[in-house]
């Protein structure tokens, strides 16, 4: 979906590493000897942040998982998957979570042979959205303070 | 009717904990409620908190049988996209049985949309249940969509046994 893509680097820089970051980041790097055609040793990263459940306290959701492809297969994905995990329990998390999209079946495997289990399909949990004019609609109709 | 909202103050954890049970009830997932009103204290109302609430209160003349003037709430915090950019997402939205119908749910997640607009927040997300009608009939009334059924995106979970696994270096 990369025409859906809105932000910049800049972006990035300001939310991320900031006093009150949104999110936080793990990166995997290769050595300079094993750099990708075009040169790159960072090959790999997971992007997540701190959420809240009412009923089980602090969790930690996984925004982004990516290995490039020429990388995978080595246990890069597993190690930054892992990486987060234990942050998580470091910091008292109860729960991480994350989204795949339904057509992903090596993303589905990959996570369901890591344990997680699909809430939508075993519990009929469904992602809702406002965004562009319906959030603005939404947020005009606010009660004055 | 007449009701207000206005943010949450800690003071308010003992009617979230009550409303946050009711909910779960109204889910059918009240056995999974593992928090007290002491973690929502600490959790929401100390130096960094991990969410923000906004309560609904109807004046003394309107309360419940049991007393209660606090009659709804929404809890959020604030996530990220790493395709759109900031965004608030709304955990909780509960509006009492008796007290529906009122504009009073309308009110609360009008005023999260509000909040995350003025922190340049792009989408406004949550969760709902495939089951659950007329939450869904309210949600989609007021001009949202559904993710996982418009794109096919699931919600997955890593927790218990499964995440100390994961994290076993």
């Not at chain 1, 998957?81 to 979570?97: I, P």
């Not at chain 2, 495939?130 to 699931?154: I, L, P």
Request: hydrophobic share 35%; net charge negative; with cysteine.
């Amino acid at each position: 979906m990369p025409d859906q893509v809105l932000i910049s680097y800049k972006e990035l820089q300001h939310d991320g590493f900031r006093q009150n970051p949104f999110f936080q980041c793990l990166l995997a790097e290769v050595l300079e000897e094993h750099k990708s055609k075009e040169g790159h040793t960072i090959v790999g990263y997971a992007l997540y942040y701190y959420t809240y459940s009412t009923w089980k306290g602090p969790s930690v959701y996984l925004e982004d998982l990516y290995v490039m492809p020429e990388f995978r297969g080595k246990g890069i994905g597993k190690n930054l998957l892992s990486k987060v995990a234990q942050v998580a329990k470091e910091k008292h998390c109860a729960r991480l979570q994350m989204s795949v999209l339904d057509w992903n079946t090596p993303s589905r495997d990959f996570y369901a042979a890591k344990g997680a289990q699909d809430l939508t399909v075993s519990e009929g949990w469904h992602f809702i959205r406002f965004d562009g004019q319906a959030l603005d609609n939404l947020a005009n109709e606010a009660p004055k303070d | 009717m007449d009701f207000s909202i206005r943010a949450a103050n800690v003071e308010d954890c003992k009617d979230i904990t009550r409303m946050i049970m009711e909910l779960a009830e109204y889910e059918k997932m009240s056995d999974h409620v593992k928090i007290s009103q002491k973690d929502l204290e600490q959790d929401g109302f100390s130096k960094n908190p991990f969410f923000h609430g906004i309560i609904a209160e109807v004046p003394e003349q309107h309360k419940t049988k049991e007393g209660h003037t606090k009659v709804g709430y929404a809890l959020y915090f604030y996530a990220y996209s790493s395709i759109k950019g900031r965004t608030i997402y709304m955990e909780d939205l509960y509006v009492m049985p008796e007290f529906r119908g009122k504009g009073i749910g309308k009110a609360l997640m009008s005023k999260v949309a509000q909040l995350g607009l003025a922190a340049a927040c792009a989408q406004l997300n949550f969760t709902v249940l495939d089951w659950n009608k007329s939450s869904r009939d309210f949600y989609f009334s007021q001009g949202c969509f559904n993710v996982t059924s418009d794109q096919g995106y699931h919600c997955m979970r890593c927790e218990g046994e499964a995440l100390e696994h994961l994290a076993q270096p």
